[in-house]
Structures are given as structure tokens and as C-alpha cells.
């Protein structure tokens, strides 16, 4: 697997100019606007984003059938996949957290709390997004898994709308609950959320690995 | 070292019912046309597809036990696929390194060396000799006991294919327990380096023959209508009407040589076996 690794962090470096773009960006925001929450999604989703376009290189010139030839089983390509996008979703996730208490501390600001907590509730959907577009991607590649995402991103967009507006018709406001949260219920939601990310992520790979067997080269 | 006895891949216009076998230290090659079941081969062997029936053992393991581990064991080329075009040569010796326990890192920087194949560039934009050197070095710099090559020489001038074909033949040389199996459609690389042949053709093997028997044993006798009709029939495997009469292929040059020495015998190459093969008629 370490082989594998080494050939995706290979290949990102191909792409270092667009992530060096990417970390201009985040600071360039961070240092004028205080929309940290953005930047930390921002960064941290730009960087899981990494691991669907490695596996677009692997199947760029049929190239997956040589990689499946090598010492390596579909397993462990599912396992190195999930790994890849876990380092480097997580270490952008990290690297957007320090650039925006970068900022908040230049400008004196003491937000370090305030961006943790942030920083904490992008975690999980950063790993919800992992957990459905690996499956996409290595089930449908670049092209078609593109279009299925849009779609699916669209539908959970429409559904979280709905609920809302279901749970209104019922005089139920969500949103002013959840602006209303102490900070001790948010930490408590946003574990929550994390754990049922880590469940989901396991689901995906189980589901991932299951997609690859089948796949002939 | 690899033995398949009816292995077979159905497609909607293709079916594929292959058997062949590899000895220890042997060259054995797969000719074919284009789209004749060689790579479906080889990828069933390589597990890369199901297979629809039959048996595959290979290195004396049933492909179903043949594990991840094993595959340590296996050199690959494959006609149409490879690392990312997107590497460097520089890029890849750690990603061998950690894939391969027994990878060569000197001998294989020696070979890049001796090849002069650049090591930043990327290999999407070598030619197609230095591509296919790579392809093979990577193959061959891991101490595997089985080569696995589908189609190492295509699209390669004289002299790559004949560095090529020199670089097996130095594989082959540091230990007698290696084996081969390549396959080609041009005959002639396979002629200097093969110890015994097999044909395919539409998903069948049609021919299974050592190279030295083929090439001294076998013979194009051309015939006019009349000697066709006196010519003893029973080592003709195939004839092919021509304007002069008729083309037959024969496994027994030497017999013809001695029982009809009126008529014209030319030393059938593999080629022309194939043709034969392929087009003529069996009788």
C-alpha cells in the first residue's frame, strides 16, 4: 500500500501549482474576510477532492489494469484510496484551520475557540463527502461520476430544505434552534456528527470495495 | 510455471477456449492476429477479468489461490497500459522500491543508464522506444521468475525491438529457472526468441510447435494442378488455391524433399505459417 501512496503523492505533485493557488486563496480570504468556516470547508474539501482526481489518473490510458497487475490487491487500492483522501483532506483541513488563526491572530482577535469549533463542524461533513464520492468515482469514473454528484449534492439540498420547511408547517423552527445550541449541546451535536461521518466512511469503503471486485480491466 | 487448459471469456462477438502451457526455463510465445484473443489471455491469467470457465495454474497455484504476494513473482508488460504518463522515471523507483521486496535499484538505474532514458521527464512525452524499454526494465528489476508480455515490441523500429529482445534474452540468461510468455504479431521477434510457439486465431489455439521444428520442418510446397492431384496428401495440413495451382503447408519438409523432388519447396517461414494457418484449407 505504502507503494501506492507514494504514486498518488507522485502524482498531486503534478498539480502543486493549482494547490498552491488553492492555499493563496484561503490566506488571501482569511487575511480580508472573516469567513472562516468557508475557508476551513474550502480547504479541506479541495484537498479530499485530490484522491478522486488520482483515481482518474489511474484510469487515464487504461492504466488501471497495469496497477491491478502489480503486487497490490482491489482491497488495498480501495484501503490506499480512502487512506489518501483522509491525509490529505485532513492535513488542508488543518492547514485551512491554522491559516484562518493565522489571520484572526494577526488582526488580534481572539478567535481561537470560535475557529476550533468551526474548524470541528467542517470535520464531518469533509468525511461525509469522502464517503460518497469515492464510491461515485470508482464506480461511475471521472466523467459520468461528475454528473451523478451534482445530482445527488442537488437531492440533499432539496432534502435539507424540505425537512426544514416540514418541520416549520409543524411550528418547529430549526434553524433558530440550532442558532439557539449552547456551545456544550453544539460540541455534543457536532460529536454526533462525526461519529455517524466515521460510520458512513466505513459503509462507503465496504461499499467501495465491493464495487472494485467487480470490475474487470 | 503457467498451465491453462480451457480457459474461456465470452464476449458479444469474441468467445475465447484457450489452452497452452510454460515450462521452466522456456521462451514461449503467442502469436496472433490483432484482436485474436491475446490480451484476453493474459488478462485472465492476470486475474484483470473473470474468467468464464476452465483452469489457470500458475507459479503451482489455481488462480483462485493465488494471492497479492505471489504477484512478487510476476514480471508485466502490458500492450496498452502502464504507470501514469504523468511520472518520471524518478517518480517511480520509490513507488517499485515498496511494491517490489526484491526490486534491483542498481540495476535498474543501470539499465536507465544504459538506455539513456531521461529520469525527470515525464513518460508521456518519451517516444515509443524508450516507453517500451521502461516497461520492460520495470519488469525485469524485481527478480520475477515468470514474464508476463503482452505485445513488448509493438510499434518499435528494428533496432528497440532488437535491444529489447537482447535485454530477455540477458533475463533469461542469470538463471535457467526463469520462463517467458510473450506474445506478438510480428513473427520475426518471436522466431530468435522462442523455444516453442503457439498460434491463436479467433480465440483458439490452431498451433502449438517448437520454433526450431517450425522453422526446419515445415515447408510451402507450390504445385500446379497436376502434381497437386499426384502429391502424396498425408503430412499436408493446409493448401490454398493460387493462380498457379495450389500453396501446401507440410510439417514434413524433409519427406517431400525425398518422395517428390520435381516439385518447389520453399522453407516456410512463421508468417507464412500463420497464413496458412489462418487461410488455407484443411483437408
Not at chain 1, 498539480?15 to 488571501?28: D, E, N, S
Not at chain 1, 503486487?71 to 488495498?76: E, G, Q, T, V
Request: proline content about 2%; charged content about 20%.
Amino acid at each position: 500500500m505504502k507503494g501506492l501512496l507514494i504514486k498518488d503523492f507522485k502524482l498531486m505533485k503534478a498539480q502543486k501549482h493549482f494547490y498552491l493557488l488553492i492555499v493563496a486563496i484561503a490566506v488571501g480570504m482569511a487575511v480580508f474576510t472573516e469567513v472562516s468556516s468557508f475557508i476551513i470547508g474550502y480547504m479541506a474539501f479541495i484537498g479530499s477532492l485530490f484522491t478522486l482526481s488520482t483515481i482518474s489518473y489511474d484510469e487515464f490510458d487504461n492504466g488501471n489494469a497495469f496497477i491491478f497487475s502489480l503486487p497490490i490487491n482491489r482491497k488495498c487500492y480501495v484501503k490506499e484510496k480512502y487512506g489518501f483522501g483522509l491525509i490529505v483532506g485532513g492535513s488542508s483541513w488543518l492547514l485551512g484551520t491554522i491559516i484562518v488563526l493565522g489571520a484572526g491572530l494577526t488582526r488580534d482577535h481572539n478567535l481561537i475557540l470560535d475557529t476550533l469549533m468551526t474548524a470541528l463542524m467542517v470535520l464531518p461533513a469533509m468525511l461525509m463527502i469522502l464517503a460518497f464520492m469515492l464510491p461515485f468515482q470508482l464506480k461511475f469514473g471521472g466523467e459520468k461520476s461528475r454528473i451523478g454528484i451534482m445530482g445527488a449534492l442537488g437531492l440533499m439540498f432539496i432534502i435539507g430544505v424540505l425537512i426544514v420547511k416540514i418541520a416549520k408547517s409543524f411550528s418547529f423552527d430549526l434553524v433558530s434552534m440550532l442558532n439557539n445550541l449552547s456551545t456544550m449541546s453544539i460540541g455534543m451535536l457536532n460529536m454526533g456528527a462525526i461519529v455517524i461521518a466515521v460510520v458512513a466512511l466505513l459503509l462507503s469503503y465496504k461499499i467501495s470495495v465491493s464495487i472494485m471486485n467487480k470490475k474487470e480491466f | 510455471m503457467l498451465k491453462i487448459e480451457h480457459l474461456k471469456k465470452n464476449y458479444d462477438a469474441f468467445s475465447l477456449d484457450c489452452s497452452l502451457e510454460i515450462m521452466q526455463g522456456r521462451v514461449t510465445g503467442l502469436i496472433g492476429q490483432n484482436g485474436s484473443g491475446k490480451s484476453t489471455t493474459f488478462k485472465a491469467i492476470l486475474g484483470l477479468i473473470t474468467s468464464d470457465g476452465g483452469t489457470v495454474r500458475i507459479l503451482g497455484k489455481d488462480i483462485q489461490a493465488f494471492k497479492t504476494e505471489d504477484k512478487q513473482d510476476l514480471g508485466i508488460v502490458l500492450s496498452d497500459s502502464g504507470f501514469s504518463g504523468y511520472l518520471t522515471i524518478n517518480d517511480m523507483i520509490p513507488i517499485l522500491d515498496n511494491l517490489y521486496k526484491a526490486f534491483d535499484k542498481p540495476f535498474f538505474m543501470e539499465q536507465i543508464q544504459r538506455f539513456g532514458l531521461p529520469r525527470n521527464k515525464k513518460t508521456k512525452d518519451f517516444s515509443t522506444g524508450m516507453k517500451a524499454k521502461l516497461k520492460i526494465l520495470i519488469a525485469i528489476s524485481h527478480n520475477a521468475k515468470l514474464l508476463i508480455l503482452d505485445e513488448p515490441t509493438a510499434g518499435l523500429d528494428v533496432i528497440a525491438r532488437d535491444e529489447l529482445l537482447e535485454m530477455l534474452r540477458d533475463f533469461m540468461e542469470k538463471d535457467e529457472e526463469r520462463s517467458i510468455l510473450i506474445s506478438s504479431h510480428i513473427s520475426s521477434d518471436l522466431e530468435t526468441l522462442c523455444d516453442d510457439l503457439y498460434m491463436i486465431h479467433e480465440g483458439k489455439i490452431i498451433m502449438h510447435e517448437d520454433t526450431d521444428v517450425l522453422l526446419s520442418d515445415y515447408a510451402l510446397l507450390k504445385v500446379d494442378q497436376k502434381q497437386y492431384a499426384d502429391i502424396d496428401k498425408q503430412y499436408i495440413l493446409r493448401y490454398k488455391k493460387e493462380s498457379y495451382g495450389y500453396s501446401c503447408l507440410t510439417n514434413q519438409k524433409q519427406y517431400y524433399i525425398e518422395n517428390h523432388p520435381q516439385i518447389a519447396i520453399e522453407k516456410g517461414t512463421i508468417d507464412e505459417v500463420i497464413t496458412m494457418m489462418i487461410r488455407g484449407v484443411e483437408l
